[in-house]
Structures are given as structure tokens and as C-alpha cells.
């Protein structure tokens, strides 16, 4: 792997067909992912933040293929994941790897702790069974699982929510991927256990962080401003604002960013009392049949006729791009 490598999402699409019945097919598609493009360096933290059903999951799997694209490309390693086949992208798998957000449902249910951790050696590497059996334990211990000896032989019902999930980060980093996308990673969660659980991909990213493009998929503003320097906004499918996450924090652009920072919770209840806010008003369109021109216009204070008409670009606003008519004088 080249050592600056990076990652290029370039015009990114994924429509699912809906299918109106069981004989007529309709021409209607869900676009769940629409013309997204974007790049992150080596050593980059990405925040994709975005109210549920705004396509963030759908967005980090086409970018790993883990669903096949409509169209567009994925850079990585210089290759164009797209264009790869079964047995190249086989070999790409363990650089790229995934924390999804529900635990339970990402573990074989049937398998124990070790038989997790060492299938992923087996398949990608040639090591000896001694030399998996020390990866695993390090692996345990470096995920807080400790003493490893007693989790080997737990199966994922035996673990809480929280050990689960150091499983799931055990079996992703175990190969030392270049790229970690986590999903809500710490949203199935018992808040007692959140904290530990952010420390630790905190953790991973302070060893590996130059080494590796994490990307953090969460509605969390909080967790993407302690983990990501960069963050994209996403709203019904399309990317609406993208920039260093503490520049969107401070003065976000996009009226929907706006929004959604003002939504964050304030721990100090003086400042929460005095703080203005602007309220999320009425519900995310649906995105069979999204409203026409800019699909926030039906939320937004700042309408005016031509959003409702036409779909704004992206304009470059200092280091941000955002896609709103109120920036088009720039
Ligand atoms: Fe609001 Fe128009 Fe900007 Fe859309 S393009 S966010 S409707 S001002």
C-alpha cells in the first residue's frame, strides 16, 4: 500500500428500485446515497452526521462495496474499489474494515469469542495456530477484555452489550486496516458503558492515527467533535455541508447544520437557559418521492422560490463546501 494513501469518493450513488407491486415494476427509486463526493488524507477522522434515515450506513457500505454502488467511484489503496473483482477485493478486505452498530447482530451467535478472532487470521493470513492464539489474547487485551483467558471460550450471549462491542473492535483492527469506519459504534450502548467504549476507538486512533482513515458515522455531534477533524453533514441522501468539524461547530453554514448544532445538549443548565436555539422543525422527507429542488426547502427558515425549484450546487465558502443559494454570491 502506497504510504500516502488516501480515500476519493467521487459522484457516489445508490438508488434501490421500489417495486409497486408483484407484477408492475416502477420506475421509483429510493436515492439513499445521492452524488456524494468527497476525499480524506492518511491520518484523517471523518464525522458523517445526520438524522436517522439520512443515508450515513448506506454511504460508509457502498464506500467499503459491501452493497454495490449505482454509480460513481471509491479510490483507495489508488485502486478504484468499484472496478475491482471477487478475488481483488478479497485481498483489499482486511485493510478496510467496519464496527457496526448493533453488537449482537454483527457476531456469530453460534461461535466463541476465539473461534471469532481466530477465523480472521485463518482467512487472511498464514500464521501458525500458536502465533494466532498470542494475536488473540493481545487482542483481547488491547480491547479491555482482561484477563483474555476467560473471554475465549464465552459465545456473544455470554458478554454484555458493551463486551460485544470490544469483540466487534478486536475483530476489526485485528489485521491493522487502513481504513475503520464505525457505525453509532457506541448507540446500542448503556450510557455507563459509552464512555469506555469512545475511549478505547480514542485509543486505537492515538496508536495507529497517522497509519489509518477512521471514519465515524453517528447523529452524535458531541462524539464526531471528540473524535473527527473533519465532518460531512448529511441530509435525505445528499451531502450538505463538509469541513473541518471545528469550524462547523462554531458557525455552522448550511441551515440544517444549524439545526442540528443547536440541538446538541448543554450540560450547564445556566448556559442551556440563556443559550438561543433554533428549534428541528416537522419530519425528514421521504426519499421515495423527496420534495423537488433543495430537499430541506420544506424545513427551512430561509426559503426562497428558487429552492423549491431548482437543487443548489455545492459553493466554496472559506474551507467549507455547502450546498445552499445563500451562499451563492460566493
Ligand atoms: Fe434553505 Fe434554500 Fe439553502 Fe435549501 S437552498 S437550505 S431551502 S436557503
Do not use: W
Request: hydrophobic letters at 40%; aromatic letters at 8%; charged letters at 25%.
Amino acid at each position: 500500500m502506497e504510504k500516502n494513501f488516501f480515500l476519493k469518493v467521487v459522484n457516489v450513488k445508490k438508488y434501490f428500485p421500489v417495486s409497486k407491486s408483484f407484477l408492475i415494476k416502477s420506475q421509483k427509486y429510493v436515492k439513499a446515497v445521492d452524488n456524494i463526493s468527497f476525499s480524506i488524507r492518511r491520518g484523517g477522522t471523518l464525522g458523517i452526521v445526520g438524522e436517522s434515515g439520512s443515508g450515513k450506513t448506506t454511504l460508509a457500505r457502498v464506500i467499503l462495496r459491501l452493497i454495490e454502488p449505482t454509480s460513481g467511484s471509491v479510490y483507495f489503496d489508488n485502486k478504484n474499489i468499484f472496478d475491482l473483482d471477487k478475488h481483488e477485493l478479497r485481498k483489499l478486505r482486511p485493510k478496510m474494515q467496519m464496527i457496526f452498530q448493533d453488537p449482537m447482530a454483527s457476531l456469530n451467535p453460534r461461535k466463541k469469542v476465539k473461534q471469532i478472532l481466530t477465523q480472521v487470521f485463518k482467512l487472511h493470513t498464514s500464521l501458525s495456530n500458536e502465533e494466532i492464539y498470542d494475536r488473540v489474547l493481545d487482542l483481547l487485551e488491547k480491547v479491555g477484555l482482561s484477563p483474555p483467558e476467560l473471554f475465549l471460550d464465552r459465545y456473544p450471549h455470554e458478554l454484555s452489550g458493551g463486551q460485544r462491542q470490544r469483540v466487534c473492535i478486536a475483530r476489526a483492527i485485528a489485521l491493522n486496516p487502513k481504513l475503520l469506519i464505525a457505525d453509532e459504534p457506541v448507540s446500542a450502548l448503556d450510557v455507563s458503558v459509552r464512555g469506555q467504549i469512545i475511549n478505547l476507538l480514542l485509543n486505537i486512533y492515538r496508536e495507529r492515527g497517522e497509519d489509518m482513515i477512521y471514519i465515524i458515522i453517528s447523529h452524535d455531534i458531541a462524539l464526531i467533535k471528540s473524535m473527527c477533524k473533519d465532518t460531512l453533514v448529511m441530509y435525505s441522501g445528499r451531502m450538505v455541508e463538509f469541513g473541518e468539524t471545528d469550524s462547523i461547530i462554531k458557525s455552522p453554514l448550511h441551515p440544517y447544520t444549524r439545526m442540528l448544532i443547536s440541538a446538541v445538549p448543554i450540560p450547564d443548565p445556566e448556559i442551556a437557559r440563556t443559550k438561543k436555539r433554533i428549534p428541528i422543525s416537522g419530519e425528514p422527507p421521504s426519499l421515495i418521492n423527496p420534495p423537488p429542488g433543495c430537499h430541506f426547502h420544506p424545513r427551512c427558515p430561509y426559503v426562497m422560490e428558487r429552492c423549491k425549484v431548482e437543487v443548489p450546487q455545492y459553493f466554496q465558502v472559506e474551507d467549507r463546501l455547502v450546498s445552499c443559494f445563500l451562499y451563492a454570491q460566493y
